[in-house]
Each structure stands twice: as structure tokens, then as C-alpha cells.
């Protein structure tokens, strides 16, 4: 069973080594951005553990109230050992239930390239909606912006509501 869990400070340093394995050419995160993280009032984060520390982990921004109210995933990953067994999907869906609750449209930028995510997203009711050159540092890869409607409905849908 998965169970996931509010992140703690003291689960930063395992989340930072995993961005290392995960995003080497990305920039990934060092320990004290998922501090930072923790300390901001509009992110909320979760993590999935196993004996040995955290094996997945999720944030999300939750901005604006009302007619502006927005969300924006941060960051997900699992590590590759504990990858294809529902800990992502976990994650993501629990991360897309709270921006449900708090209302508005779901944001993210994915590299084109990353055909695992970019299916996860898709299958969570996520679209292209954009696309960024040479977004990520030092790679310089491009970025999908990707959106999703409120509660996951596809934008025709959200026309003719
Ligand atoms: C994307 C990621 C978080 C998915 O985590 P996961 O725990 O392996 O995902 P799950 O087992 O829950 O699988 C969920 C869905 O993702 C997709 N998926 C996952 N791995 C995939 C792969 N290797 N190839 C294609 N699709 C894949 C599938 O649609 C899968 O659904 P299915 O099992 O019903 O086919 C993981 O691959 C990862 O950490 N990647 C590196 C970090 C990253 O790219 N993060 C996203 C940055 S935007």
C-alpha cells in the first residue's frame, strides 16, 4: 500500500538526492530549495517512504482564492528503484485532489522529451497548451507548458459549462 505522508524538514536531504539522479542536467534542487519549499505558506508537499528514507515526492502551489485561484506542480519524482508501481500516479493524484479543493485550473512544465511524465500528465486530464525553448539549465531542453482544467475536465467542457 502507499501512503503518503506530509514532507518534513528532515526529508529534504533525501528528496535533493534524489533530484540529483533524477534531473542531472536539469538543475536539480539541492536540499535547501525543498527547505525554502517548506517554509512558503502556498506549497504544499508530500513524500512516499520506504525503510531506507523517501522513495517519491510531490509539491504543489496552491495560488490565488476565487476567480484567480490557480495551482502549480512544483516538482514530482520517484526514485528509479521504486519506479512503475503506482507511486507516482499516488502522488499526482493526490497533489491534483487538493488543487481541486482549492479551485482553478493545474500548471506544470515538463520537458518534451520526457515520454513517462508527459503520459502520466496526459492520462490525469493534463494538455499541451505551450511550448518553452531551452527552459531547463544547463541542458537547455524545451518545456511543455501543460494545464488542466478544474477537476480534470477537458477545455471544450470547460467552454460549454
Ligand atoms: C514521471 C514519474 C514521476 C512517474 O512515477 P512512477 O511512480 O514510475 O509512475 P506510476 O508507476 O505511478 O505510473 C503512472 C503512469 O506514468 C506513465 N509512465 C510511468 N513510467 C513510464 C514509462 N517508463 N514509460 C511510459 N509511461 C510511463 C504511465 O502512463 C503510467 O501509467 P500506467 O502504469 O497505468 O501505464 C517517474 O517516472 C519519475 O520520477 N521520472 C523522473 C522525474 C520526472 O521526470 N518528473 C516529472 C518532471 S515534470
Known amino acids: 500500500m502507499t501512503v503518503i505522508e506530509p514532507m518534513v524538514p528532515a526529508d529534504a536531504a533525501g528528496c535533493a538526492r534524489l533530484e540529483r539522479v533524477l534531473f542531472p542536467g536539469d538543475g536539480p534542487w539541492p536540499e535547501d530549495a525543498f527547505l525554502e519549499e517548506l517554509r512558503s505558506p502556498h506549497v504544499r508537499y508530500r513524500v512516499v517512504r520506504d525503510d531506507d528514507g523517501v522513495v517519491g515526492y510531490a509539491g ?9 485561484a490557480e ?16 507511486i507516482g500516479r499516488a502522488l499526482l493524484t493526490d497533489a491534483l485532489a487538493a488543487a481541486d479543493a ?14 513517462a511524465a508527459l503520459a502520466l500528465y496526459r492520462s490525469t486530464g493534463f494538455e499541451i497548451v505551450g511550448t518553452r525553448r531551452n527552459y531547463y539549465r544547463p541542458s537547455g531542453a524545451d518545456a511543455y507548458t501543460m494545464r488542466r482544467e478544474p477537476g480534470g475536465r477537458t477545455q471544450t467542457e470547460g467552454m460549454s459549462s
Open 60 to 68: 504543489i502551489a496552491l495560488l490565488g482564492t476565487g476567480s484567480g
Open 71 to 86: 495551482a502549480e506542480i512544483h516538482t514530482i519524482g520517484v526514485d528509479p528503484s521504486a519506479q512503475r508501481r503506482g
Open 102 to 115: 482549492h479551485g482553478g485550473p493545474v500548471f506544470l512544465e515538463v520537458r518534451t522529451d520526457n515520454e
